[in-house]
């Protein structure tokens, strides 16, 4: 039986013209596919060229993978009800790539240094038998031998459910979205009959079978939910659970983002200093995307995710994987490229060819859209970029 279910077409960003060589045919509603690029040396560069660098020197270490672009949530921010609502079209069942194609895909990027492979969605838990695409992935080995990181980044409102299961397929860690600890809140931001009691039963599932470090993120708006970060602190401290507020972005074209909703990481550290005093951990790992604080009473850490108004373009190290098989070299993207249809070529595209272009792919990679937000060099803004709950946060 399919891990997913049939629905009708959706269309999304274009595809980048990037090709020389012409396409295979492929089926879905991708009408006229484009192959990566071949590395110009050719494919023997591959085994010298060693672990990749991007344009700005950044390697590649983690690929993110969305697995559904349908969730359960309809949050403002993300996946707002007037532009996702019950008439639109969710991608049909032969556009997604099956667990086998992402499991190659995964098992290339990963001769190519990637060490970290998250499943995003959408909310990841819809796609049904999730977990057998898990233990594929957990079969496979990084570089240096030993098996990837895997993540998840859910709502939580299914976990409790599946948690045991994911656990023992190879799911090493779990972070989950809340945006309000407070019922009438939650259901407002989520947009959702659902309750966050289902949530907190999530979080405590995963926390149970050790499923960590256990990371919770709030997308905090100026005064939508602002109200709530003082209670979310207060629940998750003394937990062992990581509490990160996340600013308000431009993602997508349907959340209406305004500057004026976005609460500074700055402000909420001082609103969260005032009532529970704060003190910064040391230097953060490269490509680490949260700004680690602890409570100066040991009760636990708090963490800020500053695209915004502090962006950390400077070391980004991920790629984006769309649950129909387009690549996105950032989160802001307008473009993607299409690595479905060498997945599904009838005369079956090998790895190392596969890998030549990737590789070529991120060693021209420049993207850097929040450091360049607002300035004379910041991308046009009539490209209509993708949405979050297509690809991913």
Known sequence: MSEFSARPPRRHAPIIPIAASPA?????NLASPRLLPLPAPGEDALASAGQPLDALARPLRDLRISVTDRCNFRCGYCMPRSAFGRDHAFL????????EEITRAARIFLSLGVRKLRLTGGEPLLRKDLERLVGQLAALRTLD??????TLTTNGTLLARKARALKDAGLRRVTISLDALDEARFRQMSDSGL?????????EAARQLDLGPLKVNMVVQRGVNDDQILPLARHFRSTGIALRFIEFMD???TNRWDMAHVLPSQEVRARLHAAYP????????AGETAERWAYADGQGEVAFISSVTQAFCGDCNRIRLSTE???YTCLFASQGHDLRSLLRQASPEPDARIAARLLALWQTRSDRYSQLRGTAQAPASG???????????
């Open 251 to 253: 993602v997508g074209a």
């Open 278 to 285: 704060l003190q910064r951990i040391g230097s953060q790992p």
């Open 195 to 203: 309750s966050v009691e289902e949530v907190l039963a999530g979080i």
């Open 325 to 327: 098989g387009r690549l």
């Open 24 to 28: 295979a045919p492929v089926p879905g």
């Open 92 to 99: 049909p069942h032969g556009d997604l790539l099956s667990f």
């Open 383 to 393: 490209a209509r970029r993708i949405e979050m709950s297509y690809i991913g946060g």
């Open 145 to 150: 031998g030993t098996p990837p990181d895997i």
